[in-house]
């Protein structure tokens, strides 16, 4: 089986751009979550998805927004990107519609620098 | 905020040695998780205990769960360069859905 894979890997953008990162779970796997890892503030829960609907929510400002596709494939869209969303962003997808009852299992993650 | 704080931050041990890390949370939780991480790159799971169970082995790892001290450890025996990793512990607080909450991470050097 295929592992998550996450799109792009590395990524550079300038102040007050968008981007949008893609994350493509195992397959049969309906979870989706994401994570953003930073030196100074570690990982922190952004949202998760299962079966299109956002099930939980992170304590990110309305700037980060996610979707859920039919097929399992999720995506993140920050907007008006700021210096301090430099980051590894990470997606993890889970068998199940409950993550931390299931392992989840992490993709490489997308290395976002903002300029 | 984080739920979990791992202690110690950096560990650095020889080789062949054991390496304990704890792991402390503030709110009653359904389970706890530990993860590997090798420098920047995705996590990987290590194993999950529940908050009924006390003690899980998993090949060369063993977690322990005190819910009364609301804190787990991480042993790893036997440690092997490869071991050199961040590791993180992670929870889901009885209330609420599946939120995920990492701890801080330990990073773990092992010295050949």
């Known amino acids: 089986k295929a592992g998550v894979t996450q799109t792009p890997r590395y990524l550079i953008k300038t102040r007050g751009q968008q981007v949008t990162l893609s994350c493509s779970p195992i397959s049969g796997h309906r979870s989706v979550s994401w994570y953003q890892q930073t030196p100074g503030q570690g990982l922190q829960f952004l949202f998760e998805?299962?079966?299109?609907?956002?099930?939980n929510k992170g304590n990110f400002p309305g700037r980060f927004s996610g979707r859920q596709f039919s097929n399992s494939r999720s995506e993140m869209n920050v907007s008006t990107l700021e210096l301090g969303d430099s980051a590894l962003y990470l997606c993890a997808s889970s068998l199940a519609g409950v993550p931390s009852s299931y392992e989840q299992y992490f993709g490489p993650g997308t290395r976002l620098t903002v300029t | 905020s984080q739920q979990g704080e791992e202690d110690p931050q950096a560990l650095s041990i020889q080789e062949g040695e054991n390496a304990t890390m704890n792991c402390s949370y503030k709110t009653s939780i359904n389970n706890l998780q530990w993860y590997r991480q090798n420098s920047g790159r995705g996590l990987v799971h290590l194993i999950l205990i529940r908050s009924n169970e006390r003690e899980k082995h998993s090949g060369r790892l063993r977690v322990t769960l005190d819910t009364s001290k609301k804190s787990s450890s991480l042993l790893i025996t036997a440690s092997r360069a490869a071991d050199t990793a961040s590791y993180f512990c992670?929870?889901?607080?009885?209330?609420?859905?599946?939120?995920?909450?990492f701890g801080s991470g330990t990073r773990l050097s092992i010295r050949p």
């Open positions: 998805y299962f079966s299109e609907t956002q099930r």
């Open positions: 992670a929870t889901e607080g009885v209330r609420g859905a599946s939120k995920i909450i």
